[in-house]
């Protein structure tokens, strides 16, 4: 058992960034609306963290400035989607190059770098855990209960549906949407947070190693439903995982093919997905990605 251990805990780390990158990209989906810039938002938030933790020596300062950085950045998506009707797919895709190529700008004079790291803690004699996996079980329990056992989360629900309908009832439709993209974005910033300032600490350009492309097909393998992000999550993490202890035990299999185990699990689970599509179809939100104004 004891030799078990450290895997799990290696497993529940890498699964942590993608249940929050997932369950911020899932919220702001049943509002209707479709980020693809996932990505850019982690690396904008974990180069903000990194950065601002290291010169002013706070982790706490780090963790709310990466969170603060990835709610700008989708701020900047609900501005140019909502307001100016830019396409999302096409806005989604700017921001996720756009935080490529900032967080490498930012982040070379931080390679060099490296933090203490936040480090478990104990809840219970014998029984510690790292916050940010507690905090993302904790999450995924308050997403659970506010999609589906409350009224604000009906209203958003209903918004992804049918927008038109939602707005004819009376309800504010771009507020809702802006609040389920900030959410989103808050929730991309603190994976990215996580990645830099706890799971690493370090550093190294590219920190996220296409975790938020994973996340957002993470939300179609759960079908739009939250305690599946988690189980996708901790699946894609186990995978993850499985290319270093494979590395370890000496397994004979060429380290390129290892290190893409995790993305070649994902096209694999979204190809046999992809043939349910009535399941997609019956679970999608039916307003997802379409344009919509209050003068439409």
Known sequence: ????????????????????????ELVTEKAGVLNLGVEGMMLIGAVTAFAVASDSGSLAAGIAA????????????????????????????????????????VGRAYISRVLDGV?????????????FVLGS?????????????SRAGLVLRAVGESPTTAHALGYPVRLIRWAAILFGGACSGLAGTF?????TPMWV???????????LA??????????????GAYLFGGVTILQFHGQALGLAIPPQFMGMLPYLATIVVLALISRRGTTLRANAPASLGQTWHPGF
């Open 195 to 199: 990645l830099a300032v706890d799971y």
């Open 218 to 231: 993470l939300v179609v393998f759960a079908t739009w439903k939250p305690w599946r992000v988690l189980a």
């Open 137 to 149: 079980l904790l999450l995924l329990a308050a997403v659970q209960f506010f999609l589906y056992h």
């Open 66 to 105: 990466g969170t603060g950085a990835g709610i700008a950045a989708s701020a900047l998506f609900a501005l140019l989607t909502l307001h100016a009707l830019a396409n999302a797919m096409a806005t989604g895709l700017a921001l996720a190059l756009f935080g490529v190529g900032l967080s490498a700008f």
């Open 1 to 24: 058992m004891n030799d078990w251990l450290p895997i799990l805990a290696t497993v529940l780390g890498a699964a942590t960034p993608l249940i929050y990158a997932g369950l911020g």
């Open 119 to 131: 480090g478990p803690v104990e809840l219970l004699p014998g029984l510690a855990l790292d916050p």
């Open 205 to 215: 350009e590219g920190l996220t190693a296409g975790r938020g492309w994973i996340a």
